[in-house]
Each structure stands twice: as C-alpha cells, then as structure tokens.
C-alpha cells in the first residue's frame, strides 16, 4: 500500500472546503480496497472512501482516520439484445462521463441526470435524481464489499430498497457496504423522459424532439449552468455541493396544516404524500440568492446551492445551515434535511 500522511482533502472536494486526512490511499481494484480495510481495521483507524468529492462536507478538522479514495475506473457494455444495453459502470467512473456515453449511443434512461458531478458509485447510494428521473429507474443491480464479512456482494434493485434520496446503503446499512460497481438497464433508442415542467418548456420552445437524446441532455446542461450546478472553474456560483438541502415531503394531513400558513407553496404530488420546494421555502423564510454568510453564502444564481466564496470554511457552512433551517422551521414548521454527508464531525 502506497499510504500517504497529512493529505488536504479540500481540493478534492467540489466545494473546497476541507481538512486534511491523516491517512490517505487510492484503491484502483478491489483488492486494493480490501487491504486498505485491513489496514484501518489493525490499527483501529475509522474509514471513510472517498469518490468523486461532490455531496459531502468535510470538516475543518480533516479526517482522523484512514481515507481510501475509490479510483475504480471501467465501463463494460454485457450485452444489447432485445432494445436493452446492459452497461456495467465501475464505481470511480464519473458520472457525467457515463451519461455521456451513454447518450451518444442512443441509450435512453439517464439524459436527464446528465451534468451531475461526483462518481457513478455514489448514485445508488443518494437514489441520485434530478429532472423528473432518478437512477433507481435504471439500476438493474449493485456490486458492494460487505465490511462485515469483506466478501463482494450483489443486489437487485429491489433489494436497494430505492427511496426519495435514500437506499439500503444510505439508511438502513449505513456505511456496512462499498458500492464496487453499478449495472444499468437502458432502452435503446429510447425516447428521453421529460417529465419536468422547466426542461419541458426548455425543449418545447427550442424544437428539440424526445428520440433526441443528444438534444435533452444539452438542454439538461444549459438548464443547469444557468443555475450554476455544473461544475466551472471559471463560475465561483459551481463551488459547491450542488443543491444542500432536500425537498420535504409531507403527509396529506401534515400539507394541510402547513397550506394554511403558505397557501401560494409551490407543491407536487409524491405518491399519497405531497413534495415541497425546499428553493422557495429558504427564499420565503428570508435567504435570497447571493445571501452571505462570512465567507460562504447561497449561490447567486440558486437558492439550493451553499456556494465556497474563496476561504470559506465547513464552520461557516454548518453556520449558515442551521440558520436556514430554524428560520424555515419557525416560518413554516417545516424541517429541511441537507443532501449531502457531513464527515469528521462529532456526533
């Protein structure tokens, strides 16, 4: 194992915020990952694996412990038969670049994740989505390292247990699996899934026809650019973790309680439940865009986006996290549950 000692971990962040690891090591294969384990466990070193640096935030004080960056790197198309691409997707391949791919062949079922930063293994974790469709619609199944019992492990999609950002390995087994790979189920020659009013409108007024996969992922693309959610070095708006809290999603009798209170909420149905804009909550408890706090502060272009205005720090984040939360909970009663995972904090 070729350990390093003392490595900042903020660079490899997308939002830039960071202290170091006491340990740190690449893992490129399975085997490498197991030995890294191994090495933590001997030395009874916490462990936290690192992927593409994008929904998470580390703490000022770095990690005490062994960081082992997932650098899995391979796409392998299994098979095309009967108007279905198997595509087994390593877990360091990064996101983007699979949707990319994908896209280009003329494989339907992601086109509308596209631009989404960070590694394809995370996605099952987060039941990443955006746009009207999340992965779990085309997850045939997941390859993991079980670190109870070090043995590879697979899962159907059924077993994932998919939920509104949430998966068996999010909530349930928390931290007990190491997503390897990620096989997908994609329609070839499918038409794009435009589900959401915004990208709608966006393809309808630009011409763009849905068997254009090529089309609805650029206007995916330019949608969020707009919004400053596709990472640019030139645009401080993308230092970030992307969008930082979740949307709420409320019983029918917790949405009429708070209906009374905001009547004008923007709200969309979420199986019996309803989903509200967690965007137009923080806007509407008193956090525009642009809102600073110290060196961090909301993104100018998107109320969801905690952005890194250069020097900030993960106090400063946690800071204004809280602010924003109890102003909604005391506007509206409402509690709002950030994205992304909070790393080398206290419990």
């Known amino acids: ?137 085309t997850i045939a199944r997941v390859e993991a390292l079980d670190r109870t019992t070090d043995r590879v492990v697979w899962f159907t999609n059924e077993e994932c247990r998919f939920g509104y950002r949430s998966s068996l390995f999010k909530n349930i087994e928390r931290d007990r699996y190491i997503v390897l790979s990620v096989t997908f189920r994609l329609r070839i020659g499918g038409s794009a899934a435009v589900k959401y009013p915004e990208l709608q409108k966006y393809v309808e007024e630009r011409g763009i026809t849905l068997e254009d996969l090529v089309g609805v992922r650029d206007a995916v693309l330019a949608i969020r650019k707009r919004k400053g959610m596709v990472l640019d070095p030139s645009d401080p708006d993308t230092r970030s973790d992307g969008s930082f809290f979740m949307n709420p999603v409320l019983t029918a009798e917790q949405y009429a309680h708070f209906r009374e209170a905001a009547p004008d909420a923007p709200h969309y149905p979420s199986g019996e439940d309803v989903k509200l804009s967690a965007a137009w909550l923080i806007e509407h408890a008193g956090f525009g865009k642009g809102f600073a706090h110290g060196n961090v502060g909301l993104s100018s272009k998107h109320t969801l986006a905690i952005v890194n205005r250069g020097g900030g720090t993960a106090a400063e984040v946690v800071g204004l996290v809280r602010m924003i939360q109890e102003s909604v909970r005391q506007r509206f009663g409402v509690p709002l549950h950030p994205e992304p995972n909070f790393i080398g904090f206290a419990e």
């Not at 390093?4 to 830039?16: D, K, M, R």
């Not at 935030?57 to 198309?77: A, C, E, K, M, N």
């Not at 108007?83 to 877990?91: D, F, H, P, Q």
Request: with cysteine; proline share 5%; aromatic share 8%.
């Open 1 to 137: 194992m070729q350990l390093q000692e003392n490595v900042s971990l903020a660079p490899l962040t997308t939002i830039g915020i960071g202290g170091p690891a006491r340990f740190f090591f690449q893992a490129q294969n399975v085997d490498d990952v197991a030995a890294g384990l191994q090495w933590a466990r001997a030395r009874n070193l916490p462990i936290f694996l690192l992927g593409g640096g994008s929904n998470l935030l580390i703490s000022d004080d770095g990690f005490p412990g062994l960081v082992i960056r997932l650098d899995l790197r391979g796409i392998t198309v299994e098979s095309e038969d009967h108007g279905i691409a198997m595509v087994k997707v390593a877990a360091g391949e990064p996101w983007d670049g699979f949707v990319r791919f994908a896209v280009q062949r003329g494989w339907a079922g992601i086109e509308c994740l596209s631009g989404i930063p960070g590694s394809t293994g995370a996605t099952p974790i987060q039941n990443v989505g955006a746009y009207g469709q999340d992965v779990s619609e």
